[in-house]
């Protein structure tokens, strides 16, 4: 009896078991790929993929001919967003703040800590051509990689426009990879199959894409 009774158990314990899998362990992001997460539109980057909604204007970051990050434009708002490698079993964010704060306030700004969505953050104001700008730099530490995400303009003192590119924020997949790699080396992005083939066409016509995040880049938010 009591061995009947086991076998009639586990088919109902294992569908429990493969339901808490699929439920992510945690409320919010950014996630790790290989953690459940919610499904969602995102635009696929390799190393990252990024949340797109109406109303976003998507363009790359360039270090040399590497895409590193990603800039969100939305309502007179950018969020910009890089993705680090990082320890295995330690976060970076203190250690970074740090250096940022020491670069914000050597060249002229003032920065301070305090407690934002994603716990602590860096509050700065920027000498900018006019006055100051405010920004506000934010750190996730992941497992082996670290997102770092930066909100200027009118999001970093308007709560209402910064909660939308939180929500960017909260819903971004980092896809850290395998291969071995140095603490802080950024993790490369690329552009989605559909930009990429536009780029190649464009190129073999003697057109290369401007991917210059502060001028009019590739619009990947148009791309389904």
């Known amino acids: 009896m009591f061995g009947r009774s086991r076998r ?39 190393g990252m993929r990024l949340p797109v909604d109406p109303g976003f204007e998507v363009q790359l970051n360039l270090a040399g001919d590497q895409i590193v990050g990603a800039v969100v434009l939305f309502d007179g708002s950018a969020l910009q967003v890089h993705a680090f490698a990082a320890p295995k079993r330690s976060g970076i964010w203190d250690e970074v703040r740090a250096e940022l704060a020491e670069g914000v306030k050597g060249a002229g700004g003032t920065a301070e800590e305090r407690e934002g969505t994603f716990g602590v953050e860096l509050a700065a104001r920027i000498p900018a051509e006019g006055g100051e700008q405010p920004v506000r730099y934010i750190g996730v530490d992941g497992p082996r990689w670290f997102l770092r995400a930066v909100i200027s303009g009118k999001a970093a003192e308007d709560a209402g426009v910064a909660a939308t590119l ?36 464009q190129a073999a016509g003697g057109e290369v894409p401007d991917l210059n995040p502060f001028d009019r880049g590739p619009e990947i938010a148009e791309i389904r």
Not at 180 to 201: C, D, G, S, V
């Open 8 to 46: 009639e158990k586990a088919p109902a314990a294992k569908a429990v078991a493969e339901e808490v899998e699929r439920v992510p362990s945690r409320e919010s992001g950014p996630w790790d790929a290989d953690e459940p997460h919610p499904e969602r539109e995102r635009v696929d980057l390799g």
């Open 166 to 201: 939180e929500g960017v924020v909260r819903d971004i997949v980092v896809v850290r990879g395998d291969e071995p790699m140095a603490p802080k080396e950024a993790i490369e992005l690329r552009l989605p199959p559909e930009a990429r083939q536009a780029a190649e066409q």
